[in-house]
Structure formats: C-alpha cells, structure tokens
C-alpha cells in the first residue's frame, strides 16, 4: 500500500481507506496482495521481464517469483531500464525475447 501512495500522491490514510474499502468490497487489505503466494501452482507459462535499474520496483522480486514458479517460465533482465522501460532500452532485444516466448509456448 505504500507504493500506490507514493504513484498517486495520497496521504496515508487515504491510502488506508482504500485499503478499507478493497477488504469491504473485495475480501482483502492493500497489503495482502502478495503475487509471489499465488505462484506455487500455477501451470501457465510465465515471461518475467525486468529492468535492473527499476527504482519503484526492485528486479529481485522478478527473481524471487521466478524462482518461486514451477511451471515454465523464463527471467529477462533489462541492464540499465528503469520500471516499465525495458522495451524503451533494447526494443530489438524485447521484441525478440517475446516473440521467441510466444513461440516456445505456442509454436
């Protein structure tokens, strides 16, 4: 929860109520969302792609999830790429890994 502060420029306690009412209305606080939980079965392939220099949100937790998954599943570091940048830093790179994903899963 302190990170949709920080993205949206809450004060805590907004980010509090929010939190509130997700539990109200949809079973859960802000800060039980834990995506690394619901990896354990899952049987999707799963394309982790992350640039090493994300400041909102560290690649290490790519890496965790990555090792914490059992179904196929590939780790693509971007050197250098902030949050959400990684196609901005090597779009030919990019472009390739997830072509070559798709058809690995599909093909």
């Known amino acids: ?10 004060p805590k306690w907004m980010v509090k109520l929010g939190s ?9 606080f802000f800060e039980e969302v ?5 990896l354990k079965n899952g049987k999707v392939p799963i394309c982790f792609c992350h640039g090493t220099a994300d400041s909102f949100i560290p690649y290490h937790e790519s890496e965790m ?12 570091l971007f050197e250098g ?19 070559d994903f ?3 899963v599909l093909g």
């Open 20 to 28: 509130l009412g997700s539990a109200i209305f949809y079973g859960y």
């Open 81 to 99: 790429a902030e949050h959400v940048e990684s196609l901005n830093s090597d779009p030919e790179g990019y472009y390739k890994m997830t072509a």
């Open 1 to 10: 929860d302190e990170q949709i502060g920080i993205v949206y420029h809450l």
């Open 65 to 76: 999830m990555y090792e914490e998954y059992k179904g196929y599943k590939e780790l693509h």
């Open 102 to 104: 798709i058809e690995k």
């Open 34 to 38: 834990q995506p690394i939980k619901l």
